[in-house]
């Protein structure tokens, strides 16, 4: 892309459903379409490291693989902290795992990442220095994760200030953003998630390094015992009722995903992008990071829905 027609990337929060990022990345790869910059918030700050270090194949591989055990350990580790019930550091291992990055000047192209400083009410935006110090802070869903200290402030989820950093991006000198938001679109009332998750499923591959990050979440809380099991069960289930009472994840995640929505919805009115994909994911809990394969088809469905659009922005 000439430096006078410079596309951005702005990549949304929203847990679970940012699996779709990783659909819709492999499907704008495959348009060819060429991104000089990415903002990402949140789960969206993730999917922008593993575009920009070329590991989102092994990340589609582990979402066609997870089961809602798999999540349990990945973000319950059964010693609650005042600030949070999750420190993260399970989460934040397995993406050491798939990255081999560790600073923002090791990316293959400029990457910022918006965390909320918690005290001081405002946004803050990293685009340099330790990547995983970043993105730990980026993901820190307020009473779900602990915050993340830096210096004298408490950084959290970017979620809180910025959902969607279309406007990140333009300060990053972009003339043309595109951004992927997961958290307004909702799928047609026919639609039919189980031979979505079915098909999307066959096609992944079992590779050396899959096989070995599932082994790594595999080893994570070998301690649990049965009557904490049960309430792990109870909070990730897949097929809990819908009459079943709330659990407390719900309740926070829920809680924090009217904040988002109300705040996407502003952000689409000041800073509206020229292209704004949007998979049909809404459905999704923050948590569900076992619906890998229904996101990342709603990504690809995305993204081909908008193709003119986005073979448009190079013209």
Not at 245 to 260: A, G, H, K, N
Request: aromatic fraction near 6%.
């Amino acid at each position: 892309m000439s430096a006078s027609n410079k596309i951005g990337l702005a990549l949304g929060s929203g847990g679970a459903r940012g699996w779709a990022h990783i659909g819709a990345l492999l499907e704008l790869q495959k348009l060819g379409i060429e991104i000089d910059c990415i903002a990402g918030t949140s789960i969206g700050s993730i999917a922008g490291v593993l575009y920009a270090t070329e590991t989102l194949e092994l990340a589609a591989d582990l979402a066609l693989n997870l089961n809602w055990k798999d999540v349990a350990r990945l973000f319950l580790e059964v010693n609650f902290q005042r600030s949070g019930l999750v420190s993260g550091k399970n989460f934040v291992k397995l993406l050491k795992d798939i990255i081999p990055a560790r600073t923002f000047n090791q990316l293959s192209l400029p990457l910022a990442v918006v965390v909320t400083d918690l005290k001081a009410e405002r946004e803050v935006v990293f685009n340099r220095g330790n990547l995983f110090h970043a993105i730990r802070a980026s993901i820190g869903i307020p009473g779900v994760f602990t915050p993340v200290p830096d210096g004298h402030r408490h950084l959290v989820d970017g979620g809180l200030v910025n959902p969607l950093p279309v406007s990140v991006c333009r300060g990053m000198g972009a003339d043309q953003v595109i951004a992927i938001d997961v958290n307004l679109g909702l799928p047609d009332p026919e639609h039919t998630p189980t031979d979505v998750e079915t098909s999307a499923a066959e096609d992944a591959s079992d590779s050396t390094r899959l096989t070995q990050l599932k082994n790594s979440i595999a080893k994570l809380l070998p301690q649990i015992t049965t009557p904490i099991n049960e309430t792990l069960a109870h909070w990730f289930e897949s097929d809990k009722k819908e009459y079943e009472s709330l659990s407390i994840l719900d309740v926070l995640t829920l809680s924090f995903r009217l904040i988002e929505n109300e705040i996407t919805r502003g952000t689409l009115k000041l800073h509206p992008p020229e292209v704004l994909i949007q998979p049909a994911v809404g459905h999704i809990m923050t948590l569900e990071f076992y619906r890998g394969p229904e996101a990342i088809a709603a990504g690809r469905a995305a993204v081909q829905a908008k193709r003119e659009e986005l073979l448009a922005l190079g013209a």
